[in-house]
């Protein structure tokens, strides 16, 4: 995302709560926007500090499977899921 670019969101996990860290890289640059622990949906907006890699990292603590839907609008050049 380029700096100021806005993203709208909204994901939800199917099969119980969550971590996540939404958070930006690149250029020497990071930040963490908003950490979560045993959240089941989140949604709002995502405005970029600075121009790089901004995004989810989702973890699931439980020990059952988790199936994460992230819908995402606004302006943003590329969605890539990292394994």
């Known amino acids: 995302m380029e700096e100021g670019a806005v993203a ?3 994901w939800s996990s199917d099969g119980g709560p969550i971590n996540f860290d939404t ?3 690149g250029n020497g640059n990071s930040i963490s926007y908003e950490k ?6 989140d949604e709002g907006e995502l405005e970029a500090a600075f ?3 901004h995004g ?7 020990d059952y499977e988790v199936t994460v839907v992230l ?6 050049g590329e969605l890539k899921r990292m394994m």
Request: no cysteine; charged share 25%.
């Open 36 to 41: 979560g622990r045993g959240v089941p949906e």
């Open 71 to 76: 819908r995402i609008g606004g302006d943003y």
């Open 56 to 62: 989810w990292f989702f973890r699931n603590r439980n």
């Open 23 to 25: 958070h930006g890289d």
């Open 51 to 53: 121009t790089g890699n």
């Open 8 to 10: 709208t969101f909204a």
